[in-house]
């Protein structure tokens, strides 16, 4: 590492933040724009499992929040690529990328959605998920995607809430109701388990030494359970790992992650990966000629 | 409020609601993803719309605005043959977009004019949130106008304004078996 | 084109930057930084501006230390320490 590079590690790591026109280490600047790629890759892949209940939301309020939740979702895509950008990787080789498997987007978005249980469960717990990595992110070293952080997080809090009431009301309404969320919740169970990623070490984690990161994937994990679980058993819901339990030492103890199914998920081999990929891609050929229309005149 | 006043207000719910469903449809897969966010909120505000004037006449008629826009059977909706197709072509989607909101301005002028408080008061609230859904269409309309088949989708789609409403295309049915599909796995009255 | 957008969250706060949208021009920029940054009630005011017109300015030269106009060029513990010893008095309560 360069003298400069140096001073520049020991200046994110002590707080420092970096703004679009610093400098910054090549490694840097290649890793961040990777790992927010990633998140705006998710966003907008994220929103597929959704969408499709938007259609089938059962009464006009939930249809209403769906919609809105969804829609937030694809405002935080536009942030993220905004952000990415700038950082000299244009949007629309963004989404080549993703389209064509390059790039990646988060494990929980390549599974398939169902029922409305489904709907409940990922509002509540997935979002939860994400928010505990998000709100670590509110500290990134670099300022721009810090700032848009804040914009998501504050976005992001009704959705948990929206979640927690389809759940709450769904368990409170008839036997079968009750099962749509124990089923849920008994498929999205290893999956939720692996989002945060393996355990790597923190000081192992170049995303956590640039300070990209503010936390590491194992504490991340510990907070969701943390937080999540006491919620899950309050309602008389079961978890489906026998082994999972706070220890005396206050640590979260569960049967180890599927990592290779994490893995081979990730790399676009998930239940759901290509369908939703070839939706993205015929979705965006079909209005390609409108971006040209709209945006070509412009330049 | 009379009998008549009732049905020219389902009219006009039912059609906001089935446009602001097919609206919904653009969700996550519009052309650009500034455009994605601002016809989402179309999308709402017409739901929204249906909303507000369900509950009117839901009041009148001592159900819920749930019950009028999901619990009636396809065949009695009283929305137009336009509203009701699924239109996943940008260019037909903002034809329909631009085509509904010069007909609905009229429509709400005249309840505007109601004897019914009630009734003259949500026209107004939904005229004023419509001026953005005017002006959005018009800035699209401008972009457009050049394409071919933008005008081909104008001159496809305006005949279906003039059209009765009694009649509904197949697209309707189908669109309401999704869109009751899980409220009609339990039994009438349950929460979701 | 990009339009940056600064936002105003109640009335009497400043403006400030709160990011950006994609548009061809003024009449889309509206309505994109309105979805963003207003679909919540969530800003009082916004305004757009095309990014090429936004100048920026991140240099300022002081090379001779000019602190006669800031406070860090008045620093009276001495002199005051001075004054009070020649008049035989002590910091009054409340003073440094």
Redesign the interface.
């Known amino acids: 590492m360069s003298e400069r590079e140096q001073a520049f590690l020991e200046y994110v790591q002590s707080g420092g933040q970096v703004e679009t026109a610093d400098w910054m280490p090549d490694d840097y600047r290649s890793k961040l724009v990777k790992f927010i790629e990633m998140h705006g890759n998710s966003e907008l892949m994220g929103v597929l499992p959704e969408r499709e209940w938007i259609l089938r939301a059962p009464t006009l309020q939930r249809k209403l929040a769906l919609t809105a939740k969804v829609q937030d979702e694809v405002g935080h895509s536009q942030l993220i690529y905004r952000v990415v950008e700038d950082l000299g990787k244009p949007r629309e080789q963004c989404l080549d990328d993703l389209i064509s498997g390059k790039a990646k987007f988060h494990n929980v978005f390549h599974y398939p959605t169902k029922t409305w249980g489904d709907v409940g469960v990922i509002a509540w717990l997935v979002d939860a998920a994400a928010i505990i990595s998000q709100k670590a992110l509110l500290k990134c070293s670099y300022a721009p995607y810090a700032r848009i952080m804040k914009k998501i997080c504050w976005e992001e809090s009704f959705h948990i809430l929206h979640g927690r009431d389809v759940v709450l009301t769904l368990m409170n309404g008839t036997d079968a109701q009750r099962e749509l969320v124990q089923e849920a919740l008994d498929r999205w169970w290893g999956p939720l388990m692996q989002f945060h990623g393996n355990p790597i070490p923190k000081d192992d984690d170049p995303m956590y030494v640039w300070r990209i990161k503010s936390q590491g994937n194992e504490e991340a994990r510990q907070q969701f359970l943390d937080g999540y679980a006491p919620q899950i058993w309050e309602l008389g819901l079961t978890v489906p790992d026998p082994k999972l339990r706070k220890s005396d030492e206050g640590v979260w103890e569960y049967t180890e992650p599927d990592w290779d199914e994490l893995r081979s998920v990730v790399t676009g081999h998930g239940p759901k990966s290509q369908d939703r990929l070839d939706l993205r891609r015929k979705a965006r050929e079909n209005s390609a000629w409108v971006r040209k229309v709209v945006l070509a005149q412009a330049a | 409020m009379n009998e008549q006043e009732q049905q020219l207000l389902l009219e006009i719910a039912d059609d906001e609601l089935i446009l602001g ?1 097919r609206d ?2 653009w ?12 016809f ?2 179309i ?2 505000n017409e ?2 719309h ?2 507000a004037l ?1 509950e009117l006449v839901a009041k009148e008629r001592g159900t819920s ?2 019950a009028l ?2 619990d009636r059977a396809p065949e009695e909706y009283r929305c137009s043959r336009l509203v009701e197709l699924r239109l ?3 260019e037909k989607t903002i034809a329909r977009h631009y085509l509904y909101e010069q007909s609905d301005a009229a429509r709400l002028e005249r309840l505007k004019q109601s004897d019914d408080p009630d009734i003259a008061g949500l026209a107004a609230k939904i005229d004023r949130e419509e001026a953005y859904h005017r ?2 269409a018009q ?1 699209w309309f ?3 106008k050049d ?1 071919s ?1 933008f005008t081909a989708a104008l001159e496809e789609l305006e005949p279906l304004l003039e059209e009765g409403r009694d009649d509904h295309t197949a697209e309707l049915a189908e669109l309401w078996d ?6 009609r ?3 009438a009255g ?3 | 084109m990009i339009y940056e957008v600064f936002r105003q969250e109640r009335k009497g706060q400043p403006l400030q930057h709160a990011g950006s949208v994609e548009a061809p021009d003024g009449a889309f920029a509206d309505v994109y930084a309105r979805e963003q940054y207003g679909r919540r009630g969530e800003s009082t005011s916004l305004w757009i501006v095309p990014r090429d017109s936004v100048i920026e300015i991140d240099e300022f030269v002081d090379e001779l230390n000019r602190n006669y106009h800031r406070v860090d060029g008045y620093p009276l513990k001495e002199k005051l320490r001075e004054a009070r010893e020649r008049a035989g008095t002590t910091a009054p309560a409340g003073d440094r």
């Not at chain 2, 969700?27 to 601002?38: K, R, Y």
């Not at chain 2, 999704?178 to 409220?183: H, P, S, Y």
Request: hydrophobic share 45%.
């Open positions: 469903w919904s449809e969700t996550g897969i519009a052309p650009l993803l500034e455009e994605d966010v601002a989402s909120s999308a709402q739901i929204g249906a909303r369900y605005a749930d826009a999901f996943l072509d940008w002006m959005h800035m401008d972009r457009l394409e088949r999704e869109m009751t599909v899980v409220r796995s339990q039994p349950t929460a979701w």
